[in-house]
């Protein structure tokens, strides 16, 4: 079976930094390592991908290997470590992945380097209704695209970039201390081997103009709040003609004045009158799919609660439909006239004669602190 990327595996982009790559490692390795999931053999699997994925990312060397060539970068197994590398000398091999920790890019078929463009992340803020139901959604970023008058290579139109003296287009320089030779940027042209003797008058050399790109993103039926949409290769152009970086869109759900969403389930709150709560009645109930009708039993107490099977959200990744959860809140009566209190003080008083406990949580409430204050005496 393939490897998975190893930024796939992190859940990082390809140009986050040593700290993000750790603390995506260390999310993970709460999560499955095999200490916290014992007999879980998919967990240990999980832990074991992180862990491989980590130990390349971490290491300046291997990651740059790894850019370079991917997974046959760093496993001397898949024909890039072994024997046989087809007359190539170590330099040609590997002179391009010791060029990438210093600071330089791939190159072209012309020898100027180049470099992959930055990922881009956007914010897109969704009500519930959209997060549930799906949406295609136009939003505006601003971005550095190719120069569309010089092509991405920086240079005037009816002029190419020229093969710097210094490096000889290598894009490094080899300094001799005693029985070393160092590698460092070229000073000259950091690193593109090549001079713009002449820059385009667009993009002053850079190769990129910055715009506002409008995108239509397909937001997928059950998404939610923290959730990520990648697109690919609608991210920053990359300099002298490099690939581009990718978008990531962040999805935010915004507060509903009704709904609380949990995984696939909702919740929400529903005030009931003392009347309906005593005597039991039905309530009609909104979901996102319209109109239900919820039946309130006799003797409801406040804080019940009431599931609505079905009526809660699709899964993204599935098809399985969460669950609609109801919590009745019993609401004492406000604003009341003269009549309305000594109707209530007649009931309460109706109540106290005929010898039956109506308040079971009172009485056994009552009776926990008479036992509380007993026990402070002893």
Request: some cysteine; hydrophobic content about 30%.
């Amino acid at each position: 079976m393939s490897k998975r990327d190893y930024y796939e595996v992190l859940d990082v982009s390809k140009n986050a930094s040593e700290a993000e790559i750790k603390k995506a490692f260390k999310r993970l390795a709460m999560k499955c390592h095999p200490d916290r999931n014992p007999d879980n053999k998919e967990a240990e699997e999980k832990f074991k991908e992180a862990k491989e994925a980590y130990d390349v990312l971490t290491d300046a060397q291997k990651r740059a290997a790894y850019d370079q060539f991917g997974h046959a970068g760093v496993d001397p197994s898949a024909g890039m470590g072994g024997a046989g590398f087809g007359g190539a000398s170590f330099s040609d091999i590997f002179g391009d992945v010791f060029g990438d920790i210093f600071g330089g890019g791939g190159r072209t078929a012309g020898g100027q380097r180049v470099y992959r463009g930055a990922d881009l992340r956007y914010n897109l803020e969704l009500t519930l209704e959209e997060a549930v139901s799906g949406a295609s959604v136009n939003i505006r970023v601003p971005t550095h695209v190719e120069c569309d008058e010089c092509g991405g290579s920086g240079a005037k139109q009816g002029t190419s970039p020229v093969t710097c003296a210094t490096c000889g287009g290598h894009g490094q320089v080899r300094m001799q201390q005693g029985f070393f030779s160092l590698q460092q940027t070229c000073p000259r042209c950091h690193g593109s081997g090549n001079i713009i003797e002449t820059p385009c008058g667009k993009c002053h050399g850079h190769g990129r103009v910055e715009v506002q790109k409008t995108l239509s993103v397909k937001v997928p039926a059950g998404v939610d709040n923290g959730d990520r949409i990648r697109l690919s290769g609608e991210g920053e152009a990359g300099e002298h003609g490099g690939p581009s970086g990718d978008l990531y869109v962040h999805v935010i759900v915004r507060p509903h004045d009704i709904f609380q969403r949990d995984g696939n389930d909702l919740f929400c709150e529903v005030p009931i009158s003392v009347v309906t709560a005593s005597l039991g009645g039905e309530l009609e109930i909104p979901t996102l799919n319209g109109r239900v009708n919820l039946k309130i039993p006799a003797e409801s107490q406040s804080g019940k609660l009431f599931r609505l099977r079905g009526k809660g959200v699709k899964s993204v990744r599935g098809s399985q439909l969460g669950d609609l959860l109801c919590r009745v809140s019993v609401e004492t009566p406000v604003n009341l006239t003269k009549k309305q209190k000594e109707l209530l003080k007649e009931f309460e008083s109706s109540m106290n004669e005929d010898n039956v406990n109506h308040s079971p949580r009172a009485s056994s409430w009552l009776d926990g602190v008479k036992k509380f204050f007993e026990d402070m005496k002893t």
